[in-house]
Each structure stands twice: as structure tokens, then as C-alpha cells.
Nanobody, 127 residues
Framework: QVQLVESGGGLVQAGGSLRLSCAASGGAFSSAAMGWFRQAPGKEREFVATINWSGSRTYYSDAVKGRFAISRDNAKNTLYLQMNSLKAEDTADYYC????????????????????WGQGTQVTVSS
């Protein structure tokens, strides 16, 4: 059973930056693809970014491409999301997630592929 705990959320002005972290425990973090999703008030959860098990491949939603960067440190069992040039529309609860399969090179943007989820961290961008 994998446990995921996000941190790093907060209030930031538009144009600013935040770095989210997701600490993993209890499972083979280094073998699983990871992703970030977000859910704004009154909206459905949406895909943000994903990274394969080794960190060599990434994929982003069009909404964040060029502004956000996903990375991982398998030695520290930690996933990151560097968020730059933040906009008001980035305001949401951000969730990290881990796939249930191991060593997959296919990057998924659909939540159904992710088996384990964190509790979320809130990001608020003021305009």
C-alpha cells in the first residue's frame, strides 16, 4: 500500500512560483509512473502532468505546458511539481497519484490509471 502526502501549497500572486512536493512511502515508488492532477472549486478533477518511473519522460496538459515542470527523486521517494508564471486559473487543490503498474513507459493522463492518491494541497493564485 502506497501512501502519498503532498505539501508546498499556499497563496501566491499571479506571476509567482510554487513548488509542490509529494512524499511517498509504503511501496515501490521508484517503479511506478506518477502524476499530478488538480481540482478547482465546482469543477472536475483534471490532469496536470505525468512522469515515467525513471524520470526520463514527461507529459503535460496544454494548460500548464511551458510553465510547470514535473520531476522526481527516486532516492528520496519524492515527486515534485515546479509551478512558474502562475495564473488565477491555476487555483485548485493539487493531488499527486501513483500508477498501480510498474516500469511502464506509457504515460497516462486519465485518472483511472492511477491507483494511489494523496490527500491534496491547496494552491491559491491571487490576481
Amino acid at each position: 500500500q502506497v501512501q502519498l502526502v503532498e505539501s508546498g501549497g499556499g497563496l501566491v500572486q499571479a506571476g509567482g512560483s510554487l513548488r509542490l512536493s509529494c512524499a511517498a512511502s509504503g511501496g515501490a515508488f521508484s517503479s511506478a509512473a506518477m502524476g499530478w492532477f488538480r481540482q478547482a472549486p465546482g469543477k472536475e478533477r483534471e490532469f496536470v502532468a505525468t512522469i515515467n518511473w525513471s524520470g526520463s519522460r514527461t507529459y503535460y496538459s496544454d494548460a500548464v505546458k511551458g510553465r510547470f515542470a514535473i520531476s522526481r527523486d527516486n532516492a528520496k521517494n519524492t515527486l515534485y511539481l515546479q509551478m512558474n508564471s502562475l495564473k488565477a486559473e491555476d487555483t485548485a487543490d493539487y493531488y499527486c497519484a501513483a500508477e498501480g503498474s510498474y516500469y511502464s513507459e506509457i504515460l497516462h493522463s486519465t485518472a483511472n490509471y492511477y491507483r494511489y492518491w494523496g490527500q491534496g494541497t491547496q494552491v491559491t493564485v491571487s490576481s
